[in-house]
T-cell receptor, first 115, second 116 residues
Framework: GAGVSQTPSNKVTEKGKYVELRCDPISGHTALYWYRQSLGQGPEFLIY????????DSGLPNDRFFAVRPEGSVSTLKIQRTERGDSAVYLCASSLNGVLGNEQFFGPGTRLTVL | DAKTTQPPSMDCAEGRAANLPCNHS???????VYWYRQIHSQGPQYIIH???NNETNEMASLIITEDRKSSTLILPHATLRDTAVYYC?????????????????FGQGTILTVHP
């Protein structure tokens, strides 16, 4: 079956611009996670959605980062006034219902480069 | 969150068993041990998880010590395609809307290189 998909696969932008990154989770998965991975590091948690609501946004680095999931399926991660330090691979994952013990399925990521 | 310690890198010959160790000495009773791997330029892939008992699936076996302070992931017959970064993660329960869920806290992982 279809896995988690993310678009675009690559995004190059200039410092100060606004970007949106999209995640399509596995159909029927109510839990959705965003992570960020810098070069040579493991992924770092950003935010967790259960259905339409952000149940845990403790990993968002600052208020330039925002994510939505209006219909409980597709999610968009939005970054305002991008900075060079935002350059990373942004990973999305989904799981059946987020309950401890359920595995997370990851997408291929969006590589964001801020010039 | 309980921290994990893994060797930064390991080598394994193709066809042999790869045994990847992980220390998690501060693990608490309700925390699961998870293993994921990440092949170059791909998202992480779930391998296996366990709470107390040893587990086996089609990909690997997970051996957890009786005191749960360490574990070993075993790939019984490593192939070149198993070359990846392997992450051992202790998954904590957190409360969100009354439901316990587990975000993943990744460390640096072990770079496993399988050579011919």
């Amino acid at each position: 079956g279809a896995g988690v998909s993310q678009t675009p696969s690559n995004k190059v932008t200039e410092k100060g611009k606004y970007v949106e990154l999209r995640c399509d989770p596995i159909s029927g998965h109510t839990a959705l996670y965003w992570y960020r991975q810098s070069l040579g590091q493991g992924p770092e948690f950003l935010i967790y959605f259960q259905g339409t609501g952000a149940a845990d946004d403790s990993g968002l680095p600052n208020d330039r980062f925002f994510a939505v999931r209006p219909e409980g399926s597709v999610s968009t991660l939005k970054i305002q006034r991008t900075e060079r330090g935002d350059s990373a691979v942004y990973l999305c994952a989904s799981s059946l219902n987020g309950v401890l013990g359920n595995e997370q399925f990851f997408g291929p990521g969006t590589r964001l480069t801020v010039l | 969150d309980a921290k994990t310690t893994q060797p930064p890198s390991m080598d394994c010959a193709e066809g042999r068993a790869a045994n990847l160790p992980c220390n998690h000495s501060t693990i608490s009773g309700n925390e699961y041990v998870y293993w994921y791997r990440q092949i170059h330029s791909q998202g992480p892939q779930y391998i296996i998880h366990g709470l107390k008992n040893n587990e086996t699936n089609e990909m690997a076996s997970l051996i957890i010590t009786e005191d749960r302070k360490s574990s070993t992931l075993i790939l019984p017959h490593a192939t070149l395609r198993d070359t990846a970064v392997y992450y051992c993660i202790v998954r904590v329960g957190s409360r969100a809307g009354g439901t316990s869920y587990g975000k993943l806290t990744f460390g640096q992982g072990t770079i496993l290189t399988v050579h011919p």
